[in-house]
């Protein structure tokens, strides 16, 4: 699942036109400046161990009620909105500069492809999709394909 992911990346990252300007600051200058997408705790956090030990988390798991909003941590336009396997219902934001962020296992999707977002705007709610036996939202941010940590980014 995790190369699955890595692949759907790859080649978005490939057939993306640059993100044209918008009236913002880079995403790169917005470190310890964003917020979390969706109110609750932190589950699992970026580069904890996974299963037996041998892959790590790339993004972090919040542990939030199902049904609370999931909301863009920053400027973007939607390029992935559907089903993923181990991923649930997933969206893809791309900010510009390589950067995008991941929101995984989610109840319902509220963007479609193409579409623009603002920080703090309704993009999904909270599920278990996925696999997941409680509800969370996995949350990734990565730069030119490779995963980052989110906690740099969040206030």
Excluded: C
């Excluded at 978005?12 to 913002?24: E, G, H, K, Q, T």
């Excluded at 390029?79 to 950067?99: A, N, P, R, T």
Aim: charged share 25%; aromatic share 8%; no cysteine.
């Amino acid at each position: 699942q995790a190369a699955e992911l890595g692949e759907l990346v790859a080649a978005l990252a490939r057939i993306l036109p640059d993100m044209p300007d918008v009236d913002a600051e880079p995403f790169a200058g917005q470190t310890d400046r964003l917020a979390w997408p969706t109110k609750g705790s932190i589950v699992k956090r970026f580069g904890e161990s996974r299963a037996d030990g041998r892959l790590k988390w790339q993004g972090v798991l919040l542990g939030a009620p199902a049904g609370s909003d999931v909301r863009a941590v920053y400027h973007g336009r939607v390029v992935f909105s559907d089903w993923l396997d181990g991923m649930g219902l997933l969206m893809i934001i791309e900010h510009g500069d390589g950067y995008i962020s991941l929101y995984g296992h989610n109840q319902d999707l509220l963007k479609d492809v193409g579409e623009w977002v603002v920080p703090d705007e309704m993009i999904a709610h909270v599920g278990d999709s996925g696999g997941r036996p409680t509800a969370g939202l996995y949350f990734e941010i990565r730069k030119n394909g490779e995963p980052v940590n989110p906690g740099k980014w969040i206030r």
